[in-house]
């Protein structure tokens, strides 16, 4: 008679078990292949795991100890991305220090992950605000400062003024804060910049090397924006200089002699080297002004109305025809991009030709084919030339070569491949981050901090808000800033900006690998043994941010001989969001969030993690459902209750060979695809056949507790012992199938006499027909009715049916 089963003691029981036993720990230069599985560490906050971690954990844990099964030493490591705005912020409401608030945050999130039974080798837990950790990251910025990758420059960039932090591109998508969700404006700073741009080919190349879902790899491609085309001279009339030239970058310059103006960003120099030439200087001031009160979103946005303002006084000239043309200042051409100008093509882009529409510009047809009378004729990849000289009747593939060969011919243009990403902006005025490791002197300039002198560490602080003047507060700290230069000695002053969040976790996965290392980042034979990362699951919303900066951290160091190999992840997957049960995305400020730690109390882990996995196509967005969870709930009660029925034969049964080898191989095959919903829809079909049986061979049911165990480890293991096994299923092997039984040997083959089903006889799978007619009248009832009946067709489709025709 089995147990009463207590999922809570036997939960913790397991959990103990394992902990004691050291099962999920990684082994250094163990023989067994090697396989890293990596989830992207949590930021550790207040209000603790939600189900979106859970189902984004919970894949790579059932791949995790799937493997174990399978043989490989498996690293599955944790850690927490613990520096950020969150925490700084709660502190200031709070008057608690970032330091114990993290402390406690990371306490809740370590109880709440050992009580899922998530099987992370805690023994090389990180925490990117540990001060042996932010070395290493401090290590990284001196050397990418020392190779000149790091630099500081005075510019516009996206700052939210709730937050009161500079943003990166990549943190303010859609012209909203990432973090708080306010609207970001554009201002003047002095900005640390890491020289991500110069890593864009080898980040593009990077990517036909790995296993990346498609649309992971589209975004970053996308992100990356690689364009191939031609830098042209545009040069300038009545400018202050002689031979004064405007640069513009193009991938289309076989429309050059549709240029019929001109437009540069409004921050562009070119307007403060003119100013004394320009006739209309304030009316240029009021619109740069204006300009600055927008984000780079709001000016960029394809649909936004389309404002500018003439420049009068100096005119360009196009290379190609030298007719004089206008220039414009508008915000939708930015400095960062290209070379702040462009060549404006009216009759063929749109938004050229709504901003000529509104300017009274001419418009000029340089590709037959469209009626630019209504609007901008932009299908042209097939087009001819036309109105444009010496490219007319070429196509468009054609006239691009040869133009672009006389511009070069003419030194006018130079071939020119540009990248849409920006160099990466690195600084934020806060206290709660890593300090970068820079000392100004007056006489030696910028330095680095030495690195036997590293980590330079995040002194104690009370007040935790910027200074009036928007600096860090670390700027009030006399102590801190105040030093002396590593160089002449002198009295120098310390950067008082911090990193921003990404930078800790654009390494965590090295260090993982070697996580309590003081003397490196990380052993290279460990390096070397355990890396790359075999599979990594995470957010598409990290895929622009953290994938591609860590990518980029990763290729530097190899390039500087750290690391031994370019790509840190071999697979990147994704999972969907867990959306509430009407629909909408899971927030606070609708009450629709969902916590484990009382689902775990009122059904307990395995239960939850069935579920999780179970609500849907693991790649899509899928709705949460209270109802659904019971369905799990029930399913393990009837596994438990296999016990009733269990026979003690170790082997398969004739019965449930073919049908338990079918199984194997399809939850085998459905884990490594991510398809864990159909994995255990067929664990359940199953079950409802050997419940329709009435019993189940123990061998049988040691099987199907392994197919379960990296879903619901608990209830497996506490089947495992009371099946009277003594090795613990975290230390057995994984069911193989067998594929010459996927198959039965004999079927129940349907007998048909004139079309109607009369019943059923048993033969071999590949029985012929003689085989087959000896079975019909072998059996009693078929025999009598085809008794004295004369035959006088027999069709027999072999493992399908018979149909005599009488």
Not at 283 to 311: H, L, P
Not at 502 to 510: N, R, V
Not at 732 to 755: H, M, R, T, W
């Amino acid at each position: 008679m089995k147990p009463e089963y207590d999922f809570q003691a036997t939960e913790q029981k397991w959990q103990a078990v394992w902990d004691k036993e050291q099962v999920n720990a990684a082994v250094d230069f163990d023989k067994k292949p090697k396989f890293y599985g990596l989830i992207e560490f949590p930021y550790p906050s207040g209000s603790g795991l939600h189900v979106g971690h859970l189902r984004a954990f919970t894949s790579i844990e059932i791949v995790a100890r799937k493997r174990r099964l399978e043989g490989y030493n498996v690293l599955f490591p944790i850690g927490f991305d613990a520096f950020g705005l969150p925490t700084e912020n709660f502190a200031m409401q709070t008057g608690k220090h970032p330091r114990l608030v993290t402390d406690d945050n990371i306490a809740t999130f370590t109880r709440q992950l050992k009580a899922f039974g998530y099987s992370f080798d805690y023994s090389r837990v990180v925490d990117t605000t540990d001060k042996g950790y932010y070395k290493w990251t401090q290590w990284i910025f001196v050397r990418l400062f020392k190779k000149g990758l790091a630099y500081k420059s005075r510019t516009y960039v996206n700052y939210c003024e709730k937050c009161k932090v500079i943003l990166a591109n990549e943190e303010s998508q859609g012209g909203v804060c990432d973090r708080c969700g306010s609207t970001v404006v554009q201002k003047e700073k002095d900005v640390w910049f890491l020289k991500i741009r110069d890593y864009a080919e080898k980040l593009l190349d990077g990517l036909n090397d790995v296993d990346f879902l498609p649309r992971i790899k589209t975004e970053q491609i996308n992100w990356i924006g690689k364009s191939e085309g031609t830098e042209i001279d545009f040069s300038v009339r009545h400018s202050v200089k002689k031979d004064a030239k405007l640069k513009i970058f193009t991938t289309r310059a076989d429309t050059l002699f549709g240029v019929t103006f001109m437009v540069i960003a409004p921050e562009h120099p070119f307007i403060a080297e003119n100013a004394s030439v320009i006739q209309n200087m304030d009316e240029i001031e009021a619109y740069r002004t204006e300009t600055k009160k927008k984000n780079e979103f709001e000016r960029t946005r394809v649909n936004k109305d389309k404002t500018g303002v003439r420049i009068k006084g100096v005119a360009a000239v196009n290379p190609v025809n030298n007719k004089e043309i206008p220039i414009f200042i508008a915000d939708y051409v930015t400095l960062d991009y290209g070379t702040g100008a462009v060549m404006a093509v009216p009759a063929h882009d749109t938004r050229d030709y709504e901003f000529a529409k509104i300017y009274n510009l001419p418009i000029v047809e340089v590709i037959a084919g469209g009626d630019i009378a209504t609007c901008a004729y932009t299908d042209i990849a097939g087009g001819t030339l036309v109105n444009s000289e010496f490219l007319n009747g070429l196509s468009v593939k054609d006239a691009a070569a040869k133009i672009r060969d006389w511009l070069v011919g003419k030194k006018l243009g130079t071939r020119k491949i540009n990248y849409n990403m920006k160099d990466w902006a690195f600084n934020r005025q806060r206290y709660w981050g890593e300090p970068i490791p820079i000392v100004y002197c007056p006489t030696c300039g910028t330095l680095p901090v030495p690195e036997n002198e590293l980590p330079l560490v995040l002194p104690p602080l009370d007040n935790y808000r910027q200074t009036e003047s928007g600096e860090s507060p670390l700027a009030n700290i006399a102590d801190f800033v105040n030093c002396k230069c590593p160089k002449c000695g002198g009295a120098a002053k310390r950067e008082t900006d911090t990193m921003p969040q990404w930078a800790g976790s654009s390494w965590y996965f090295l260090r993982y690998i070697d996580p309590h290392n003081a003397q490196a980042l990380a052993d290279p034979k460990k390096l070397d043994y355990f890396g790359p990362v075999d599979w990594y699951n995470g957010g598409m919303e990290h895929v622009t941010r953290h994938l591609i900066y860590s990518r980029f951290w990763n290729r530097f160091l190899y390039d500087i001989g750290v690391v031994p190999f370019a790509e840190p992840y071999k697979k990147r997957t994704a999972q969907g969001l867990v959306l509430g049960e009407n629909g909408i995305k899971m927030s606070k400020s609708l009450g629709n969030v969902v916590s484990p730690d009382s689902l775990i109390k009122e059904v307990g882990a395995d239960v939850l993690r069935l579920y999780i996995m179970f609500m849907g196509d693991y790649e899509s967005p899928v709705p949460w459902s209270n109802s659904s969870i019971n369905g799990c709930k029930r399913f393990l009660d009837r596994i438990y209750n296999l016990l009733d029925v269990v026979t003690t034969d170790e082997g398969y049964s004739k019965k449930h060979e073919v049908l338990l080898n079918r199984l194997i191989k399809k939850v085998s095959e459905d884990v490594e695809s991510l398809k864990f919903n159909t994995a255990i829809a067929a664990m359940m079909t199953f079950l409802n056949e050997i419940n329709t049986d009435g019993s189940i061979t123990k061998g049988e049911l040691k099987a199907l507790i392994l197919l379960l165990y990296p879903f619901v480890p608990h209830i497996a293991e506490e089947i495992n012992t009371l099946l009277g096994y003594k090795t613990m299923l975290a230390k057995s092997a994984y069911p193989k199938y067998d594929p010459n039984k996927l198959e039965a040997d004999e079927i129940e083959l349907p007998v048909q006499i004139n079309g109607k089903l009369k019943g059923t006889i048993t033969v071999a799978l590949t029985a012929d027909l003689a085989a087959v007619k000896e079975a019909v009248m072998k059996n009693p009832t078929l025999a009598e009715l085809l008794h004295g009946q004369t035959i006088k067709k027999e069709i027999y489709v072999q493992k399908k049916i018979v149909n005599f025709i009488v």
